[in-house]
Nanobody, 121 residues
Framework: QVQLVESGGGLVQAGGSLRLSCTAS????????MLWYRQSPGKVREWVAQ???????SYADSVKDRFTIFRGNAKNTMYLQMNSLKPEDTAAYYC???????????????WGQGTQVTVSS
């Protein structure tokens, strides 16, 4: 059983910073890409950023130069450093990972439960 658990959300004023974390646990052979998505009420879930197992990162234009995604020394942990936060960044943030449970298994998509980020103006 694989679990992804996010933490670090909260309430912050515009211009402030937060750091989200995501930890994968359970029976894991390898983790390929790890991603962050977000979803605001009434809107579709949108991709925010991703990092490959080789450390290659990419970002949505809306967060580029403000957010930084990185993985911890333990490769099952991922972070999202969010700076210069804006009210429009308010959303539930979800961790997503492509994981192999066993060597011969295909990559499987796993999701965390989400952590709420609220940015006040």
């Amino acid at each position: 059983q694989v679990q992804l658990v996010e933490s670090g959300g909260g309430l912050v004023q515009a211009g402030g910073s937060l750091r989200l974390s995501c930890t994968a646990s359970g029976s894991i052979f390898s983790i390929d890409a790890m991603l962050w998505y977000r979803q605001s009420p009434g809107k579709v879930r949108e991709w925010v950023a991703q990092i490959t197992d080789g450390g290659i990162t990419s970002y949505a234009d809306s967060v580029k130069d403000r957010f930084t995604i990185f993985r911890g020394n333990a490769k099952n942990t991922m972070y999202l450093q969010m700076n210069s936060l804006k009210p429009e960044d308010t959303a539930a943030y979800y961790c997503n990972a492509l994981i192999k449970v066993n060597n011969n298994d295909p990559l499987t998509n796993y999701w965390g439960q989400g952590t709420q980020v609220t940015v006040s103006s």
